[in-house]
């Protein structure tokens, strides 16, 4: 482990392995560790934190693959979002790949990794959904060599959190080997922040048909009645399809269940319309689910 400090008051300690990002994190227990740096480094420049002292992960090789484990892969915190774009990738997570390479520009997806975007948990962090639908585990690295699993979802709802010291190392997801998909919407042309994107998985050991909006609430939602009905109409033993108007179907199933109708008026029974830009978004997520489960089918 090596140790630096440059002219700033922030003391930097550059780890080798992960069990010393954990002890250097132990001895400062105000550290903040940083992987790209594209999210922090952001807050720092815009004043929003003042860290005294930062544990870089760039060096913490083990942290920066994948590998095969018990029908998962375990996919290094990180791991850069360019990596996870590659086909070697693409070819096994189909979803994750895609969502990595729609998560900003070149220089962003060549510096910023699967943990930074799974921590930060912003709505619009693109592989949330992703695996939210795929319902990873999260392996998280502690003090002494200690680990624990937690569900994404319960990190990112925040029945879990990290506790002081510790840091995420690994997220275990499923290898389904079938198809999956992941489309976003963004306010503009061209690359851009989702304001609403959908992940569409299916698991035909299962029988299941797994979807998660991402975007458009603090965390991924999962339309799990609108999966559960559209999984019964899959021909799971023939050609995977479904009848067509069942895909526009599923599509306003989940939009309806994601962005439902305001509760009626208590006094008088009537419910009021939705405000033009959540008909707009609702409409946005019925299209993307649609053509999710489509392209997933087809
Ligand atoms: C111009 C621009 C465009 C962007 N567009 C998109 C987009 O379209 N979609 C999208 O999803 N994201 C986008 N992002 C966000 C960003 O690139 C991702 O969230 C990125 O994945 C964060 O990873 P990082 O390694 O840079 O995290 P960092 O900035 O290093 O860290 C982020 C947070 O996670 C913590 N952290 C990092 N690693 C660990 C770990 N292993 N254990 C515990 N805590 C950890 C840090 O302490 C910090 O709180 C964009 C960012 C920029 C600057």
Not at 81 to 101: E, I, K, N, S, T
Not at 115 to 138: F, H, K, M, Q, R
Request: aromatic residues 4%; hydrophobic residues 50%.
């Amino acid at each position: 482990m090596s140790t630096h400090a440059p002219h700033t008051a922030q003391p930097v300690t550059l780890p080798a392995t992960l069990d010393e990002a954990v002890a250097a994190l132990a001895a400062q227990p105000a550290a903040v560790p940083v992987a790209g740096g594209t999210d922090l480094m952001g807050a720092v420049n815009g004043g929003l934190l003042r860290p005294t002292a930062l544990v870089g992960l760039g060096r913490v090789a083990e942290l920066r693959g994948w590998e095969y484990r018990d029908g998962h892969a375990l996919l290094g915190a990180c791991l850069t979002l360019a990596r996870m774009g590659r086909p070697d990738f693409a070819v096994l997570m189909p979803a994750l790949a895609a969502a990595a390479r729609s998560a900003g520009p070149p220089q962003v997806l060549n510096a910023g990794t699967l943990g930074g975007n799974i921590i930060s948990g912003a709505p619009s962090g693109d592989t949330l959904p992703v695996l939210a639908a795929l319902e990873a585990e999260l392996v998280i690295a502690g003090a002494d060599g200690a680990r624990r699993e937690v569900p994404v979802s319960e990190l990112l709802v925040g029945r879990e959190h990290l506790r002081p010291g510790e840091l995420l190392a690994y997220a275990r997801v499923p290898l389904l080997h079938a198809p999956q998909t992941f489309l976003k919407a963004t306010g503009r042309t061209g690359p851009g922040r989702a304001v609403a994107s959908v992940a569409v998985a299916l698991d035909p050991a299962r029988r299941e048909v797994r979807c998660a909006v991402g975007a458009i609430a603090q965390v991924p939602l999962r339309p799990l009645e609108a999966e559960a009905w559209i999984a019964s109409l899959v021909d799971w033993d023939g050609a995977r399809t479904v009848p067509p108007e069942a895909l526009a179907a599923f599509g306003d199933y989940v939009a309806m269940a994601c962005i439902p109708d305001p509760e009626p008026d208590p006094a008088t029974g009537e419910v009021a319309a939705l405000s033009p830009g959540l008909l707009h978004l609702r409409r946005t997520v019925a299209a993307l689910a649609r053509r999710g489960l489509g392209r997933a089918l087809s």
